[in-house]
Each structure stands twice: as structure tokens, then as C-alpha cells.
């Protein structure tokens, strides 16, 4: 990846969080640290990697994404908003009654393929998304992020067995690996760990890379499409809430709010981050 | 009268026969020899895929093949497809308005010696409690095969329940007879009383309006195939020209036909209404047709209810 590519991704995740923060600060409520544990994986998705076009969000051949972590909406509408799909004023809504923007991804939304909230299933509709492209000869790729705590789920395993064994080589899943649930760490709450061994075992391509790093992100995409007969795992290490120190590696923010200072601090980290990346 | 065939069968059969659309795609979760999709798993392998035992995955699957477009149909036994996966079929079938049929069979106490674990009776009203569902239940192979054609042209989610045992043709022989979706379908005039029946019940209550008609009682009977959207036209209709109602359902009585009436009936005509169906217990192994005398749900007990409907004018 060239340097001013890699500048650019950078600092549109820097862009998106900052948006995310902002989104849910209006609203009053939101997920922060999930959102922000995968900024970069949703930048490289949206600014680099996927076949999408804002201004034919349903094109027959597009590339299908399913956020089954369907919490982190903030990071998804905001990602969205920034790609064109709908004005990044729009995100005033979110979460209000009158709005599209509701607290859980939903399909309605120009540019979001899936509903979500459920834990567990987005892997499954991405499976369907997937074989559906194979069928018809689509050429396209299907992607599901999901939490790491959210693998915890039984039907995830359902779903990564039979990819395998349909050997679905368009699905590309990526898993959120920031070590941390609602509830507290995955160590200490029920630890899915080693998430690559399990795929692997499932009959799944699995490329561990750091989560935010969009160079090595873009890279296992590229490496993911060129699996023949398997269906590929990214397995992103990341830091709940990365971005903003306070944030960062705590379940105070998976769905809890900061506090007025808190909020200011955050909003000038990232200005600081924004400013260092542009030109 | 006409061969016996079981709903299922029917289903299979039409589904295989209706099925050459490009745009359905069919799953089953290891069962395709009991729902009997294998009868469109064998002419049409190219569109039909089995998941295994993980029903989850298949409504998901079928969620993610109707986001593209496809019009997927999912089947499982219908104590799998309104429990087991009910969530699934609620957030990713209904909740997005997703193109999914969720085909149930071996619905109801008739399952048989497999037992209670096996015997829905409480899907109608899991599955018609939620917004946006169709909920069809056909009484025989005619209405089968009509309801299946109207459900693959249909655009939605709909849940599709069938049976295990074969049962008697009935509707063929009704002149005028067809089969819409949201339309009750009058089989008999009656005006001392009306009886309002699905699936198997259908047929019991064909039997329970002559057991009445040898006591000199005038039985209206009405099969609602679609028990969501409910025909409130033709139960007005019946309250107020017989002044009596008796449903008689293979399901709880709680949540079913015989609630979806009584809805009706309270909204806009209020006249003596008796239930009949499973009464608020889980079945047990047993031959059919034992389970099925043993539960009341027979015409003499639907005729019973009617004698005690038209007592209460």
C-alpha cells in the first residue's frame, strides 16, 4: 500500500470515530467501544475494498456486508454517512422515533444490507448473501464482522461449519477481537480463545492481522479473495474503544456513556489525530 | 371419495411442481424425507440445499438468499420452525420483511408416537403474533397445492404448516371452491350455527355438521386456510346470520384459530363462541387417532360445543 493510501485510510477512521462519537453523543446513547474497535476494519471495507456505489446502493452485483455486532451502528452509519450514502446530517436522527437511524443496524438504511441485533446470526445471512452470489454468477463477496464475545453464540458455529463444507470461498468473515464483552474480559466471562484453531478446524482460511493497521487489513482482503474452496476468517486484534485513551480497554464504554469532560477530551484527541494526518 | 394424502405430501408435491421459478431457492435441515422437499430437491438440485441439523442457520441462510432477491423457502417440523428458530424468523425473516417461507411440518398432536416434544400446538400463535406474518394452514392435498402456488406468488414472509398423517379430500368436491390468501372459504350453509375449522380440523368439521343435521341443527362450515390476515368479513357474516361459532383447531386453544376469532368476534360481533382444541397441555405419544379422541379434538366434540354454542344465544 502506497504512504499517502495508507495516510488517507487512516484518517478517515480518525474521521469515522470521530463521527461515530459525535452521532451518539446527539442521541444520548450508543455503543462506543465496539465502534470504535473496528473503525479501520470498516474504512478499508467501505474506502477501499468492497464493490459498492452510494449512488446505486442496490446494484444487483455489489458487494454484501452484514454487521452482526449490530450494536455498533454509530461506527456503520457513520462510515456510510462519510461514503456517501446519506448526508452525515441525517445522523442528528439517530436513535430519535421519527429516524431510519435506529439504535441496531437496519436494512432499510440506504447501503445496509442486513438488519441486526441479534447475536449470532449475521454470519449465517452473509453465508446466504454469499452462496446466492455463486449461484448467479454474481462475482461478488459477502462480509460478516462480528464481536468476539458474539462467537460465543452456537449458531456461529453452525454457520462456520457448514461455509466449510459448501466450501463458500466469497464469504469473508472478520472477527472484532478486543478481548473484551459487556460484561468484563472474555477471560473472565467465557473465553472463545484461540478463535483462529476453531476456524481452521471448521475448514476455514484464517489470517490473524493487527485490526488497526488498514495496510494489513486491505492485505488479508486481498489474500481472502484469492481462496479457491474456502471460506476466509479474519481475525482482527484490536482494543475496545481505540482511538481515545480513556476509552480504550475498559467495558465502561461498551454501551455506557462518557461524561461531559470526558466527552471534550475525547473529541480533542481525535482533532489531534485528524490534524496530524492531514496534509 | 378421492385418495387420502398427507398436507406435507401435498406441499412436497406442489412445491416440486410450481418450483421452476429461477428465483427460489429451497433448504431443509436433514429432514427432506419427512417435509418432503425432497420432491424439489430431486428435480431441482441446482436450487436446493441441505444445511444439516442446525435449523438457525437455515432461516439465516434463506434470509441472506431473500436480501439478494431470492424467494427462499426454509423447512423443519413446525415445532422447530416457530420455537426453536423463532427468533430467527422474528429479527432476520419478519422484522426486515424478508421474502422467506418458514414451512413447518408435522404440526399438532398427529405427529403421533413421537410425542409431545414433537407436537407443535402452540405455533399458529407464535408465528401469528408477529407483525408482518401470513400464517396458512391447508386442509388437504387440493388446498395444499392451491395454497402453495398462492404462497410462492406471494411476496413476504408466511408460515406454511402441514401434517403428518394422510387425510380425506375435502375441498375438491365444493363447488366454486379456490383458495386465496386472507380468505375464509364457506364448504357448507348452515344458520343455526358455524364452524369454523383448520388443517385437519376441517374435515372433523365436515363430520360434526352431519352428526348435527341428524338432530335437526343447521351447521355453517368454514375452512380458514389463512389464520393470519384473518377473513374478519366471512366470521361477521357467520356471527350474524347463524349467532353461533365453534373453531376447532390441532393446536392450544390459547393463540390459535379459535383466539383469532374470538379477536375478530370481539371487535365486532359478540356472539357465543366455543373453542375446540388442545386445552392448554403438551400432547403425549399415542396413535393419531387416539390423540386425537383422547384431546376432543373429534366431531363429536365439535358437535357437542356447537349444541352447547347455540344454548348460550
Known amino acids: 500500500m502506497l504512504t499517502e493510501e495508507k495516510r488517507k485510510l487512516e484518517l478517515e477512521a480518525a474521521n469515522i470515530r470521530k463521527t461515530a462519537l459525535e452521532t451518539i453523543h446527539t442521541a444520548g446513547s450508543g455503543h462506543i467501544g465496539g465502534s470504535f474497535s473496528m473503525a ?106 462480528m464481536g468476539d464475545g ?48 476453531k476456524f481452521r478446524a471448521f475448514g476455514w482460511n484464517v489470517i490473524n492481522v493487527n485490526g488497526h493497521d488498514v495496510e494489513e487489513i486491505a492485505d488479508a482482503i486481498e489474500e481472502a479473495k484469492k481462496s479457491k474452496d474456502k471460506p476466509t476468517m479474519i481475525v482482527a486484534h484490536t482494543v475496545k474503544g481505540k482511538g481515545v485513551s480513556v476509552f480504550e480497554d475498559t467495558n465502561r464504554f461498551h454501551g455506557g456513556q462518557p461524561t461531559p469532560e470526558e466527552y471534550d477530551l475525547a473529541i480533542k484527541e481525535l482533532d489531534d489525530q485528524i490534524a496530524a494526518l492531514e496534509v | 371419495m378421492g385418495e387420502k394424502i398427507a398436507t406435507r405430501v401435498a406441499y412436497g408435491k406442489a412445491l416440486a411442481e410450481f418450483g421452476g421459478r429461477e428465483d427460489i431457492y429451497v433448504f431443509d435441515s436433514d429432514l427432506k424425507t419427512c417435509t418432503m422437499s425432497m420432491y424439489f430437491a430431486d428435480k431441482y438440485p441446482e436450487r436446493f440445499f441441505n444445511v444439516g441439523i442446525a435449523e438457525a442457520n ?21 415445532i422447530f420452525a416457530a420455537g426453536r428458530v423463532y427468533d430467527q424468523v422474528r429479527n432476520d425473516v419478519c422484522y426486515p420483511r424478508l421474502n422467506v417461507k418458514v414451512v413447518g411440518s408435522h ?42 402456488k398462492a404462497m410462492l406468488d406471494f411476496k413476504g414472509p408466511c408460515y406454511f404448516r402441514t401434517g403428518r398423517p394422510a387425510v380425506d379430500p375435502v375441498t375438491d368436491s365444493i363447488p366454486g371452491y379456490k383458495f386465496e390468501i386472507g380468505k375464509g372459504c364457506q364448504l357448507k350453509d348452515g ?37 393470519k390476515p384473518i377473513d374478519r ?61 383422547h384431546y ?15 344454548a348460550r344465544k
Open chain 2, 107 to 148: 404440526a399438532g398432536l398427529t405427529v403421533g408416537e413421537d410425542g409431545a416434544t414433537h407436537q407443535a400446538l402452540e405455533d399458529i400463535s407464535l408465528m401469528r403474533t408477529i407483525p408482518g406474518m401470513t400464517v396458512i394452514v391447508p386442509c388437504d392435498d387440493n388446498e395444499t397445492r392451491l395454497a402453495t
Open chain 1, 40 to 145: 479501520e476494519i470498516v474504512t478499508v471495507l467501505f474506502f477501499k475494498a468492497m464493490n459498492i456505489d452510494p449512488k446505486d446502493p442496490d446494484k444487483k452485483d455489489r458487494d454484501r456486508l452484514v454487521l452482526s455486532k449490530g450494536h455498533c451502528s454509530p461506527v456503520m452509519y457513520a462510515t456510510l454517512a462519510r461514503r456517501g450514502f446519506f448526508p452525515v446530517e441525517h445522523l442528528k436522527t439517530f436513535r430519535k422515533i421519527d429516524s431510519d437511524l435506529s439504535g441496531h443496524v437496519e436494512i432499510h438504511v440506504p447501503g445496509v444490507d442486513m438488519s441486526g441485533g441479534s447475536l449470532g446470526q449475521g454470519l449465517s445471512v452473509a453465508l446466504g448473501m454469499a452462496m446466492y452470489g455463486k449461484c448467479n454468477n454474481l462475482g461478488n463477496y459477502a462480509y460478516a464482522i
Open chain 2, 191 to 227: 344458520s343455526d350455527v358455524t364452524l369454523i375449522a383448520c388443517g385437519l380440523m376441517v374435515q372433523e368439521a365436515l363430520k360434526a355438521a352431519d352428526l348435527l343435521a341428524a338432530e335437526g341443527i343447521s351447521a355453517r362450515v368454514i375452512d380458514m386456510a389463512t389464520i
Open chain 2, 58 to 78: 437455515m432461516v439465516n441462510i434463506g434470509a441472506g438468499f431473500a436480501t439478494c432477491g431470492a424467494t427462499s423457502l426454509v423447512h423443519t417440523f413446525a
Open chain 2, 233 to 293: 368479513e366471512i366470521i361477521v357474516k357467520a356471527a350474524k346470520e347463524t349467532g353461533a361459532i365453534v373453531t376447532a383447531e390441532e393446536h392450544n386453544i390459547i393463540g390459535g384459530l379459535g383466539s383469532a376469532v374470538a379477536e375478530v368476534l370481539t371487535d365486532e360481533a359478540l356472539v357465543p363462541l366455543q373453542r375446540v382444541g388442545v386445552n392448554d397441555t403438551f400432547g403425549h405419544s399415542g396413535n393419531p387417532l387416539e390423540l386425537l379422541a
Open chain 1, 150 to 197: 458474539e462467537i460465543q453464540e452456537g449458531q456461529i458455529w453452525e454457520a462456520a461449519m457448514a461455509a466449510g463444507f459448501f466450501k463458500v470461498n466469497n464469504l469473508i468473515g472478520f472477527v472484532d477481537n478486543n478481548q473484551i464483552q459487556l460484561d468484563g474480559r472474555l477471560t473472565e466471562v467465557m473465553d472463545p480463545n484461540p478463535i483462529d484453531e
Open chain 2, 296 to 310: 376432543g379434538l373429534t366431531a363429536e366434540n365439535i358437535a357437542c360445543n356447537a349444541k352447547k354454542a347455540i
